[in-house]
C-alpha cells in the first residue's frame, strides 16, 4: 500500500478546522500559533484558508519586503526551479557569481558567503570572528562579546550570542568564552574588550529586544575601541538590512564600517537565504575546510536574492522605507495624542518601516496581538511587550494609514493584564 501525501485547494471554515486539528497533531508545539491557516498573500494582503483578509504590517517578521508575491520575485524563481535548482558547493554556478557581485556591490563589501538564515550567517560571523585571529596568528583572541537583551538567533552558537536567558534555559551549556554586556554602555564595552577578544558582535538596533536604537556616538566609540584593542567588529543587520531603516544597511547611519555584517530576513524576499559580506582584510578568515554549507547560496536561492535587488533598485524601496516609515511614525504619534491611547501606550519608537509601540505594563500583549488580528491586521510583538510594524518595504500610505486606524480602535480598549493574587 502506498500513501500519498495530499495538496488540496478546498478552502473554508470547516476546512480551515481541519488543518488546525491536523496541524496541532503532527506539528512540533513548539510554537504559540493562532488559530488560522494562510494560505495565499498579494502585496500587502493575506487570506486564511476560511477566506478571511488580512492586511499585513508584519511582513512574515519583517521579510516580505517586496509583498506577497511580486511578480518579478515570482517569475524568477519559476524560471530558476525549471531549469537549476541546486549544485552544491562542488561547484561555481551563474546566478551565485551574479548574486555575489551584486551584493557586494550593494554594499560596499567586497566578499560574500551565502548560507540559509540569519541563525547561519551568525554562525559564520562567530566562525569567522575566531578563525581570522587564529590565522593572523592570534590563537589566544576566542572571546566574544555581545549585549544584553540582544537577539542573534536559535542554533547553538548564535544563541551563545543571544542575549536573553529565557532563550538559554535548559540548553546550557553554551559555546564558552562569549560574554554580553549592557547595550548603549560605552564604558560597559571598554571594560571587556582586551587583549583576548576576538570579536564584539551587535546589532545596531535591538530589534526583537523591542525595537532599541543604538546612538551613532555608541557604535563610532565602539568603532574606536575595537580598532584600539585589535578586536573585530561585526553586525547582525539579519533585521536591519536591506532597507528596513531607510539606508540599505543601517550602518550607514552612523557611518560606522564593521568588518563583517550578517544578513538574512529580507534578503530573499522571503526566499530562505541568509548572508555574511566582509572585508577585504577578513577574506582569508575561512580558508577552504573550515566552514561550508550544502544548501548555501543554491541558484534558486540567489535567483530570489537577484529578483530582490533588482526589486529594491527599480521601486527605490530603500527612498520608500525612509519616507513612509517618517509618515507611520508620524501617524503613530498622533495615534496617541488619542485621549483613550494615551494611557496605554508608554513610547513609539524605531527607523524607517522597523517601528515599535510599546505598551503600557497594565496592557496584555498577547491578547492586544489577538484583538488586533481579530480587526484584521497582522502585526507582532517584540521585546515581551512592544508591538512590532515590519512591513513589506511595498506599502503604501493609504496601508499604512488603514493599518494604524485599526491599530487606533484596538488600542482604544485594549485587553488588561489579569488581576494576579499575591
Ligand atoms: C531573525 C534574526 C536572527 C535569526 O534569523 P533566523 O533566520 O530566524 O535564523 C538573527 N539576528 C537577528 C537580528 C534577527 O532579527
Redesign the pocket.
Known sequence: MTIAASVSEASGPSRQQELLTSAKAHLLANYKQPPLALTRGQGCRVWDVAGREYLDLCAG??VLIAGHSHPTLVSAIADQAGRLMHTSNLFYTDRGAEFAEALTRRTGYPRAFFC???????EALLKLARRFHYENGAPERTKLISTIN??????MG?LSL?GQPKYHDGLRPLVGDVEQVAYGDLDAMRAVIDERTAAVII?PI???GGIIVASDEYLLGLQKLCHERGALLMF?????GYGRTGRFLAREWSGVQPDAV?L??GIGGGF?L?AMVLSERLSGGLPPGSHGTTFGGNPLACAAGLAVLRIVDEEHLVERAEKLGAFAAARLRGMCEDPLVKAHVVDVRGRGLLLGVMLADHVDPLATLAKVRDAGLLLSIAGGRVLRMTPPLVVTESELEEGIELLTRVLRDPPRVAFKAA
Not at 540582544?150 to 542554533?155: A, D, Q, Y
Open positions: 517578521i519583517a540559509n538564515s540569519g541563525t547561519e550567517a551568525l540582544g537577539f542573534h538567533g536559535r542554533t548564535a543571544t546589532e535591538q530589534a526583537e547582525d543587520e539579519v533585521q536591519t550578517a538574512a530576513k530562505p541568509g
